[in-house]
């Protein structure tokens, strides 16, 4: 009875909301690049490197929205070499992604080494200030990411912009020869993908903390592209999987079963993917020309 | 300069290489406002590639492009789109998940502040769709309307963004023959609101029957330009090849013999689980053509997919030389000297990122000569598609080359080369001509009737009713899944069969006891 209280208490469906913050995030950068026809699973590596950033912003200045802008540009920056490798030199897109990832996981660890002395956890930095309204209190980075879900399905599904850019995705030939240039499109929706993968890596390491530890991005790169499919690459679905996602988060860590060890309960996102992937809850189809570089007047 | 006043279009000596290959040499094609010009030439003559040089998707790599009086440079789709040059492509350029109306203002779409404005989108979509008669459903999605709807959609789609000059390109590929009468409805109502239409085609029923002149293209040189009227189809086979073609097919009488193929109560599911093919029961002869006409989609594909065993039957049987074939996978039916000629070529005849002679073993791959304790013999493979390909005459590349590299009619010999090629006693063409050049077309059926006179049974599947009716010995009429007569070839013509496939069978009944 006590566990179920707590299950369903207040503070665990908050703390659910800051779990979720940088699954949503980068859910929401997925479904820019994915919608766009490039498969991004550099997003683990885009947050790490935010968080990274962000900590050195914040350090260095004294001001954590520093730190944020960091992240941004940190996260911009990869995002930019995954564009440049794949959309403009049409390289293989896992295999760069893959490069970015482990790349992303040896620089932070350098950098923490050059540039604070220190290997496995940075010294405590000044920390976003949360706000607070009514009884609930959230870190900024929160509150952008809850504006950013309806902002996001406005731009892709009411703009003529993200008309175009669910075009390129399914059919770039198409919106080729009505003169819609496809990997200007493409370039800039993996960059919007990188400065959102970047501001959840800030959430994780000047949100919700106050300093970064080695590999703290811990695979929510790839939560928030399975946040993503479960979603069916749509901002709503992947916001409402990313809840679900950071509420098993919480209650993994906020609640003791007594008989279920909680790595147990911290397996339920990937579990819920498996299921969604093998087609359980209605086929999840991915845009139609996601991971094809594309050639121009190619037959 | 363009050569003459009343040219909105000159292209002159338009120069386009690719690797390898000079697919436009020279070529020199004008066309007159107003009119329906006709562009034809065997596959891989160099229309398309002329084409999307006019449309911006290729630059040239010599001549000039003159239009409406003034010489253009076009850089990419959007110059062509501005000037009002409009292209319908073979393979439609649609985004199939987007809606009709999306699909149709994407680039040029009309916005309120932020937003696309759906509204307005709409109206304008339904404002050209009632203007020239072209149905569409503006709210329905690509993906669930018919192919002919699909291709008003890529019309609709040019006439927004006001063309004037109107680009087909082998627009009758994909419809069936009641849609080809539509489009070229469509074809007459945009002549009449002055819209100029350049048709890319190599059916010289369709380009007599609807144009008014005709520009030849061959190996990517122009031949000649003639007006319609002046020339006879064998005149403008004759140019399109370089030599005499036999339109017709010449064959002699069958002389079938014992049963070699049975199908007996046949029953199949299409692949939404619904009755496709309707308890169907055929027989074929050894030494005879038995030719299954109907419009597509009655279950013609889904009766060949379930004889070739690649898909499940409901019920049924089928014997082959008496012996029970019913369960046997694809391999083992081939095995039992049955050639199947597939219907895609490029889904189900080839792989196209293989070379010709990875092609042309594919199903035999693990015989010998070929393979050896399970390695590849390739010097005995690379000496079987040096012989194959002189045989078959596919040119286009040499053995080294991509399947995909080829033109669609040298792919169809490919296929047919390899099986042709391991003596079948049983032959199932489906759409054996399908989007291929007149040339081809010639070499192909007497391969069909070769195999037939060696005394091999032949199932011809065919969406024209012209080969059906030339080539086969005996037509069965399929309409809805079932078999509602069958006929003696030479008994019948094209408008009792036109009767028996769209389902009016007492009328036709009737008339044929006349």
């Known amino acids: 009875m006590e566990t179920l209280t707590k299950i369903f208490s207040l503070s665990l469906i908050l703390a659910s909301f800051r779990f979720a913050t940088p699954l ?52 911009l920056s990869f995002a930019a070499i995954l564009a440049l490798v794949c959309v403009t030199f049409k390289a293989n897109q896992i295999v760069v992604a893959t490069g970015i990832n482990i790349f992303a996981s040896g620089i932070t660890i350098f950098l923490l080494q050059v540039l604070f002395g220190v290997k496995g956890t940075s010294p405590m930095v000044n920390r976003l200030p949360a706000f607070r309204i009514f009884d609930v209190r959230f870190n900024p980075i929160t509150y952008i990411a809850l504006i950013l879900v309806p902002v996001a399905w406005f731009i892709l599904f009411k703009t003529h912009w993200g008309l175009r850019i669910r075009s390129v995705g399914e059919h770039p030939a198409a919106a080729d020869t009505l003169g819609i240039n496809v990997n200007k499109l493409r370039f800039i929706s993996v960059l919007i993908s990188g400065v959102l993968a970047g501001l959840a890596g800030a959430h994780l390491s000047i949100g919700d903390g106050s300093a970064f530890v080695r590999e703290m991005s811990a695979g929510r790169g790839f939560i928030a592209l399975a946040a993503m499919i479960f979603g069916k690459w749509h901002p ?33 996102p990937y579990v819920l993917t498996l299921v969604v992937l093998a087609g359980f809850f209605g086929k999840s189809t991915p845009p139609a020309a996601s991971g094809e570089p594309y050639y121009k007047g190619e037959k | ?194 819209k100029t239409i350049i048709f890319i085609t190599h059916k010289l029923k369709e380009v007599k029957t609807i144009s008014d002149r005709i520009t030849v293209l061959r190996s990517g040189k122009s031949i000649d330009t003639v007006n319609t009227e002046d020339v006879t189809k064998e005149d403008v086979a004759e140019l399109m090849v370089g030599r005499q073609v036999l339109l017709e097919v010449e064959k002699t009488e069958a002389n079938p013999g014992e049963e070699i193929f049975k199908i007996e109560n046949l029953n199949v599911n299409d692949n939404r689980e619904l009755p496709a093919v309707k308890d169907i029961s055929l027989s074929v002869k050894k030494g005879e053509i038995l030719g299954i006409a109907g419009v597509e989609g009655n279950g013609q594909s889904e009766l060949i997919e379930a004889i070739t065993g690649l898909r499940k039957i409901k019920s049924g049987k089928f014997e082959l030389r008496g012996k029970d074939i019913t369960n046997f996978n694809a391999r083992e039916i081939k095995r ?56 078959y005459d596919v040119r286009g590349g040499g053995m080294e080359s991509q399947a995909k590299n080829l033109s669609g009619g040298n792919q169809q010999k490919l296929i047919v080369a390899r099986e042709f090629s391991h003596d079948p006693e049983f032959l199932i063409a489906s759409q054996p001509t399908r989007g291929v050049d007149v040339g081809s077309i010639e070499f192909i059926h ?15 599947v065919s969406a024209e009713l012209s080969e059906v009716l030339s080539l086969s010995d005996r037509i069965a009429v399929i309409f809805e899944g079932e078999i509602v007569d069958v006929l003696k070839a030479s008994e019948t013509d094209e408008r009792e069969l036109g009767k028996l496939m769209t389902g009016s069978q007492a009328e036709a009944g009737g008339e044929s006891n006349e």
């Open chain 1, 236 to 268: 709503f679905g992947a916001f409402g999987a990313a809840m679900l996602f950071g509420f098993a988060e919480a209650v993994a860590v906020r609640v003791d079963f007594a008989f279920i060890p909680s790595e147990l309960i911290s397996a339920i």
């Open chain 2, 446 to 460: 007497n391969q069909i009737i070769d195999r037939r006179d060696d005394g091999a049974g032949v199932l011809l």
């Open chain 1, 24 to 75: 949503i995030l980068a859910a929401l950068g997925g479904i820019f690049s994915e919608r766009s026809g490039v498969v991004n699973i550099a997003l683990e590596g885009m947050m790490l490197f935010g968080a990274f950033a962000a900590v050195y912003g914040s350090a260095s200045t004294g001001n954590p929205w520093i730190g944020v802008l960091y992240s941004m540009i940190a996260g």
């Open chain 2, 336 to 391: 039992e000297k049955v050639a199947h000629i597939p219907e895609d070529r490029q889904k189900r005849g080839l792989i196209m990122d293989f070379d010709l002679k990875e092609n042309i073993i594919l199903g035999y791959h693990d015989l010998e000569p070929f393979s050896r304790n399970g390695i590849m013999q390739y010097d005995n493979i690379a000496q079987y598609t040096e012989d194959l390909i002189e045989k």
């Open chain 2, 1 to 194: 300069m363009p050569r003459e006043d009343n040219y909105i279009l000159d292209m002159q000596d338009i120069t386009k290489i690719f690797p390898g290959v000079k697919a436009n040499d020279n070529v020199n094609l004008s066309i007159k406002g107003g009119e329906i010009h006709a562009l034809v030439g065997e596959n891989g003559a160099g229309k398309t590639t002329l084409m999307n040089v006019l449309y911006g998707l290729y630059e040239p790599d010599g001549g000039q492009i003159f239009y409406e009086g003034n010489e253009v440079d076009l850089d990419g789709p959007e110059d062509a789109i501005k000037l009002g040059i409009g292209m319908v492509h073979q393979h439609f350029m649609l985004v199939e998940p987007l809606t009709v109306t999306e699909n149709i203002v994407l680039g040029s779409e009309p916005r309120s502040g932020l937003m696309l404005d759906q509204k307005t989108a709409q109206k304008d979509v339904k404002e050209i769709s009632e203007k020239y008669g072209l149905f569409v459903d503006p709210e329905a999605k690509i993906q669930d309307i018919s192919v002919g709807m699909q291709q008003r959609v890529e019309i609709i789609k040019t006439l927004y963004r006001g063309a004037e000059l109107l680009i087909f390109d082998e627009p009758t590929a994909v419809l069936t023959p009641q849609e080809i009468d539509e489009l070229f409805d469509i074809f007459k109502s945009l002549k009449e609101q002055g």
